[in-house]
Antibody, heavy 120, light 110 residues
C-alpha cells in the first residue's frame, strides 16, 4: 500500500531554515493524479495547510507562508521536500506530508505519521 | 483567508448521533463542493472520512455522513461509538486555489 514518511531534523534554531523530506513508497510520485502537500499542526492548535507541488514542479502556497516556503519534488528519488526559512518559535509544530488525490476524491487521502519540529 | 469555524467540542453518549458544523464563506466552503472531513487520533496520521461534501472512501463506516447548506458543511456521526472519540477537521478548496482547514472539533463519547 502507499505510504508516506517524513524525515528531517527535529530541532531548528531561530532564523534558520527548516528542511523536511517526504519519501513516498508504494506508488510513483510522477503520477499525474496527485498533488503532494505539506500540512502542519502547532501544539494545541488545528491543522494548517502549507503548500503543494505537482509532478510538473508547479507549486501553490498558503498566502500566510508564501514568502518563506518552498516545496519541491524529486521524481528520481520518489520524494518531495519542504523548506521554510527564517523560522521562529511560531513554526514549532508537527509537520505532515500528504497526498491529495485529484478527481477521484479531491481530498488528502494518504498522510504520513508526522514529524515534530521544534524551533529553539 | 481565515479558517472555517468549527465548534471546539461536541459530546454524545454511545449510540447517539452528533453533528459537527464547519462554517466558512462563499470563497471556500460555500463556493465549492470540495469539502472533506478528517478524523485525527493524537499521535496518528489523520484519516479521510468524507470527501466531495458527502462521499465516503472505501472502508469508512456508513455511520459517517456529510452535507452542506450555503456556507456551512456538516459531519454527522450516527450510532456513536467509543472509537469515534477523536479530533475532527473539515477542509475546503478556496477561490485562491489553496486549501484551508477548520479549527478542529474534539469529539467526546460520554
Amino acid at each position: 500500500q502507499v505510504q508516506l514518511q517524513e524525515s528531517g531534523p527535529g530541532l531548528v534554531k531561530p532564523s534558520q531554515t527548516l528542511s523536511l523530506t517526504c519519501i513516498v513508497s508504494g506508488d510513483s510520485i510522477s503520477s499525474g493524479s496527485y498533488y503532494w502537500s505539506w500540512i502542519r499542526q502547532p501544539a494545541g492548535k488545528g491543522l494548517e495547510w502549507i503548500g503543494r507541488v505537482y509532478t510538473s514542479g508547479s507549486t501553490i502556497y498558503s498566502p500566510s507562508l508564501k514568502s518563506r516556503v518552498t516545496v519541491s519534488i524529486d521524481t528520481s528519488k520518489n520524494q518531495f521536500s519542504l523548506n521554510l526559512n527564517s523560522v521562529t518559535a511560531a513554526d514549532t509544530a508537527v509537520y505532515y506530508c500528504a497526498r491529495f488525490r485529484l478527481s477521484e476524491t479531491n481530498a488528502f487521502d494518504i498522510w504520513g505519521r508526522g514529524t515534530m519540529v521544534t524551533v529553539s | 483567508q481565515s479558517a472555517p469555524t468549527q465548534p471546539a467540542s461536541v459530546s454524545g453518549s454511545p449510540g447517539q448521533s452528533i453533528t459537527i458544523s464547519c462554517t466558512g464563506t462563499s470563497s471556500d466552503v460555500g463556493g465549492f463542493n470540495y469539502v472533506s472531513w478528517y478524523q485525527h487520533h493524537p499521535g496518528k496520521a489523520p484519516k479521510l472520512m468524507i470527501y466531495d461534501v458527502n462521499k465516503r472512501p472505501s472502508g469508512v463506516s456508513n455511520r459517517f455522513s456529510g452535507s452542506k447548506s450555503g456556507n456551512t458543511a456538516s459531519l454527522t456521526l450516527s450510532g456513536l461509538q467509543a472509537e469515534d472519540e477523536a479530533d475532527y477537521y473539515c477542509s475546503s478548496y478556496t477561490s485562491s486555489s489553496t486549501w484551508v482547514f477548520g479549527g478542529g472539533t474534539k469529539v467526546t463519547v460520554l
